[in-house]
DNA sequence: ACAATGCTTCGGCTACCATCGAAGCATGAA
DNA sequence: TTCATGCTTCGATGGTAGCCGAAGCATTGT
């Protein structure tokens, strides 16, 4: 008879609320652990792991593996298109969708993550990094170059033999909680956030169990100047 | 929490295999009968029918009805763009369709439809009429011109008041079975045929029961210069 | 008038699948 | 090592929706 491209398997994939409620959470095209997944959705981890493994055999997200943490990320724009396309179709017969209110913005700026630098200012310094070619970033993996070697000797006093380590890559790409990007993590990840606090430019909130770095009024600027992608 | 524009309820309707077959059979634009989709689908016209009418609420399909048929067809374009895009990202997955054979060649190029003339020559000689403005169509409703008095009465000896009749309106559009475009019914399209006969342009296949119109070699010469559309 | 066709509605059956509790791995922390 | 966290797998349950038989309208044809 027919046998089809499986436009009802796909289809189906997106027609549980559960799964389509992961789905419009991904669409920002930032990625999601599958317990926040799980939270959007309203359903459980046990649940939602099923729907997880189900929407990563249909090839609508791909995960990545982040510590014990499991980060999903929608596979391409292309998903994201037709997910838009269904939303206008279901927009004529429907209602709007009304989003969530933001979080505490301080938190989205800069924040500690393990040991390093997350947030918008993390994010923005690992761009900053790879712009200017003083590291290589091959998917995953990312290493220092000897520019970069020279860069951080010259501007920051940090050596190379300060970044070894047994068991700990010195580069690493840290998926950011807020931002939904990489920020660099390994042990130049914390050797520079550990300078950044020696420095006074930046400490972490006094409040316990807050993650919150604020930075001071001169350490902003120094580390615009030299991580600055001229927006601010 | 969340509302959203249920794209999970728009999807969930493509989501079903029967259904599914039944919007692939009407993604190149024409209309179908239920009971065409239903066996599309391979399921019973009562299980069609209710397929249907989900369809029809959720926006998808729209229902034209013609006598006892009622033909569907896809709301817009929009609609099959979004079909275009699920088939796209099923298509990385899965394997690709295979289409059915075509039918009859001459049932499809011209036959009776009640009685009036059908099929590919059909379409294109409302087409021409159309055209040329010899009749006004305003979505169901045609209505014939002075020009196109006119233009019956001195091509085909048709006059205004052979085609009046009490229950019965002069110009209808009617969904071509085939072409699944309208062609032209009503009292003008049974008098066309009629003329065609009596002109031995065209006269019905002689085997019982059979729909197909032949037309001769002179007659199609003669009903291209009147109707044709430039590509016979 | 009656019959035939096309489609819909109703009722019940069945099968699938989303859901969660509990237990099992894996990773990271102490 | 031991504990905690995040996620997955297993097993059982329940609700939902697809499906068809039978009957009911609607339209057309005789």
């Given at each position: 008879m027919k046998?089809?491209?499986?436009?009802?398997?796909?289809?189906?994939?997106?027609?549980?609320p559960a799964r389509a409620n992961m789905l419009t959470a991904?669409?920002?095209?930032?990625?999601?652990?599958?317990s926040e997944l799980a939270q959007e959705a309203g359903i459980t981890p046990q649940t939602a792991s099923s729907h997880l493994s189900k929407l990563e055999a249909g090839g609508l997200v791909e995960p990545e593996k982040q510590g014990r943490h499991r980060y999903y990320r929608l596979t391409d724009d292309d998903v994201a298109g037709v997910l838009e396309g269904l939303a206008g179709l279901a927009a004529r017969t429907g209602h709007m969708r009304v989003r969530t209110g933001p979080k505490d913005p301080a938190?989205?700026?800069?924040?500690?993550?393990?040991?390093?630098?997350?947030?918008?200012?993390?994010?923005?310094?690992?761009?900053?990094?790879?712009?200017?070619?003083?590291?290589?970033?091959?998917?995953?993996?990312?290493?220092?170059?000897?520019?970069?070697?020279?860069?951080?000797a010259?501007?920051?006093q940090i050596s190379p033999d300060m970044l070894s380590h047994p068991r700990r890559p010195v580069c690493k790409a840290?998926?950011?909680?807020?931002?939904?990007?990489?920020?660099?993590?390994?042990?130049?990840?914390?050797?520079?956030m550990q300078?950044?606090?020696?420095?006074?430019?930046a400490c972490r909130d006094a409040t316990p169990g807050s993650r919150v770095v604020n930075f001071t009024r001169t350490g902003e600027k120094q580390f615009a100047?030299?991580?600055g992608n001229g927006k601010d």
């Open positions: 046998s089809g491209p499986d436009i009802a398997m796909v289809a189906s994939l997106v027609g549980d991904l669409m920002n095209g930032r990625a999601l652990t599958a938190l989205r700026r800069a924040r500690i993550c393990y040991d390093h630098l997350a947030g918008d200012l993390g994010v923005q310094m690992l761009d900053s990094l790879r712009q200017r070619q003083l590291v290589r970033q091959r998917k995953q993996d990312i290493e220092l170059t000897t520019e970069g070697e020279r860069f951080l010259k501007h920051l840290c998926l950011d909680w807020s931002e939904r990007r990489h920020h660099l993590a390994g042990t130049l990840g914390a050797a520079l300078r950044f606090a020696e420095l006074k430019w100047a030299l991580f």
